[in-house]
């Protein structure tokens, strides 16, 4: 076992953990711990745009940005958080060109925007152009960007250490507990701050469009730590998937003209969202998709759907909506626009479909996306832990694995990557702060001992047992058909019957690896334990809420219900397993919740 | 159908050295090798090492030799091999770790050399700093990369030489050098001058049919030359 003492321990090298690494090193001693190398971070996947009201192109405010969150959150958001976001953005967006982010630029050289859905003129209700973006790998340069930034200011890296506790004494954050992949050798590192951003957990679901890194690892360590995870029941599906594979085709595609086209040849979206159609928030348009796979009207009857950006399609339905470039004049496109706009969207079909969009339509269906729910946290990244908001001193959290709540029941695009930008950033920021002002405590002898426990309790390679590919099979086949895009009581019922099943069998593992240099099996079987604590608290929350909000649709409760569940969950996983669920009110300035349309 | 799928296995607790295994497994034509793999060590061997991540080839983790040529396996597809048995091996040139597990830390070592950051102490304006398309388009190709290694460890310079800062650390000084914000230039062109930096490049172009991201590595590599030479950018 080997010991290290920093001021700040950052868990994750995604964006989040890169800008909170970025401050925080500025006047504590970090050390930044992740279990893939930083480049590796799903940050990097990130395609569309993050969103800021430059305006670089046509007239935009803060104000508006702020109202659509609030909008696209379902009015579940805290709107002091969101207004404070949505502020910084224009910022942070700056900061981040000046660090060298190669961002598309205008003709005149200033940085490039494109429209997303839910992003509006708040006057004329048409969508504006905010999502400042580097072609389709806008999330590959900012995870880039950052690394890079990280390298010239010597922060100190633990690549390829996976995290498994986290170390509280007398309710003080003190540090983590990690095992270093490639000897399995123990290590604790002692620190008067702790930032965890750990990512997402989109891997609950069958289909997907999150690496198979994401299994949510900060949020189960901080469950079985005995602390909350806020709206856990609202997952974002985003609409559109590689038919099958899951991989994301951006909303930039849409953002560029490209439509959605049922098994009728018909643009539906006009029937669902009349107003911004194909570019209504994520939620509206998965639902609409499902709505439509189930009349019968999928391709050839099938449970997926056409996007279609080949130029002619774009152009004849930009010119029955009447849309304009910046200058006034009618939007066309050909295709060497699109293959230079969206380069990589153009190379995942060449490659796993054997299609070209300029040519073809892509076959899509919605994906298991974003995490709006986690960590609950303050603005400045704090970790909360109860009702009252009441923080726990040491313990900060940022990105997807965070829970602010800026997204409230749906993330608008874009809004993740500022999302990362501006709490990674005030997270580094206030726990360099507290940590520089704050006495070590000391560790107890047997610190790292939980984190034996659950390995040694993996680790059995002898006699009988399942596999545990097996187990994760079952969970995101049960989770895709009753925790989705719709759910209803009896289906969330059975999974979560299914679940308790699932954990039970979990205990009853046999793994081939025995050895201690890159174990992975091991490691993934401690991954496939968070899911499923994960897929618990999920579903038990969603159960729960009964009406229908942003991404949580219930069959059985159709209606958004202020009076009774405008308010924020909060779940804790006791030890015997049982979920139990309080709440919080939702934080509410200058907008009351209004009816949602698009 | 049915590929066999050969791997080049090792476990440094067990094996004194590399030796081949074949599985077979039940495959759809378009299956990722990456999904082949996650067959055989999620139903068959579990002991089976390989690095993966996003799983569509965007984060790097898992370049691997398939059939004797560097390729990320989440993007090579059974259908395109167009042989029974698929062949998968270790990159070449980083210290075998296990099974198909290599030592990536000399490849990050090599890239973190060339100074991959942007440098500009002027004081930035109120927004951004301007840059023209055409300026931007300048350095677009080379900002594609995503740190996979399978150009440097398809290099035969390479292998001959570990010192040689190897292609993908050349088209991480490219990015900078020839981003008109940038101010650093000179001197990551005095460390690509060096006995180990461009001038161990042969324009083998092993490396530009490596690429995954389709990057014209041995194009930049001239680049980078040809500034060395002129002492100009242009
Ligand atoms: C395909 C795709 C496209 C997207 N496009 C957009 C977009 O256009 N705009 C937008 O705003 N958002 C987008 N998003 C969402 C956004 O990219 C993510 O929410 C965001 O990047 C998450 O960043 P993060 O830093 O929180 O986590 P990640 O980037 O996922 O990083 C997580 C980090 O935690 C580390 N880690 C995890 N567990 C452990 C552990 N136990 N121990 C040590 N380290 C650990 C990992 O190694 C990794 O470094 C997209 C998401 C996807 C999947
Ligand atoms: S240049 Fe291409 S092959 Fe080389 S590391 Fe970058 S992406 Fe990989
Ligand atoms: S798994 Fe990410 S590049 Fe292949």
Redesign the interface.
Known sequence: MRFHQFDVVVVGAGGAGLMAALYASKTATTAVISK??P????T??AQGGVGAA?GNLEEDHPEWHTFDTIKGSDYLGDQDAIEFMCNEAVRA??EL????L??????????AQRPFGGHTNNITGKPVRRSCY??D?TG??IL??LY??C??NNVTFFDEFQVLDLILVNGVAQGVVAIEL?TSEIHVFHANAVILATGGHGRIWKITSN???LTGDGIAIALRRGLPAEDMEFFQFHPTGIYK?G?LITEGVRGEGGVLINGQGERFMERYAPRVKDLASRDVVSRAMYLEMREGRGIDGKDYLYLDVRPETVNKFAALDGRTRPDGSPYRVTAEEILSKLP?II??CR??LGIDPVQQPMPVQPTAHYAMGGIPTNRFGEVVIDEKNKVLPGLYAAGETACVSVHGANRLGTNSLLDLLVFGKYAGLKAAEYACQTQFHNLPKDVADFALEQLDSLRRCKGEGE???VIAEEMKEVMMEHVGVFRTAEGMQQALTKLKELKERFRNLK???C???????LLNAWEIGNLLDLALVTTASALARKESRGAHAREDYPKRDDKNWLKHTLAWLEENGEVKLRYKPVVITKYPPKERSY | MEVKVKILRFNPETDKRPHYQTFRVEAEPTDRVLDLLEKIKGYQDGSLAFRRSCAHGICGSDAMRINGMNRLACKTLVKDLGKATITVEPLLGLPLIKDLIVDMEPFFEHYESVMPYLVNDEPPPLKERLQSPEERERFDDTTKCILCAACTTSCPSFWANGRYVGPAAIVNAHRFIFDSRDRAAAERLRILSDQFGVYRCHTIFNCTLACPRDIQITKAIGEVKKAIATGSLD
């Open positions: 893939l190398y480049s590796r971070s799903h990097g996947t430059l967006v700056y060109e000046h660090m060298g190669p961002f598309s630029r205008t003709p005149d050289g200033r940085i580097a072609a790998r590959h340069m880039q960007t890079q930034q390298i010239k490639a690496a198979y890194a594979l991989i990589d190379d995942f490659t796993y596999r545990v590919s793994l081939d690896d050895g201690k240099v890159f174990n992975t099996e």
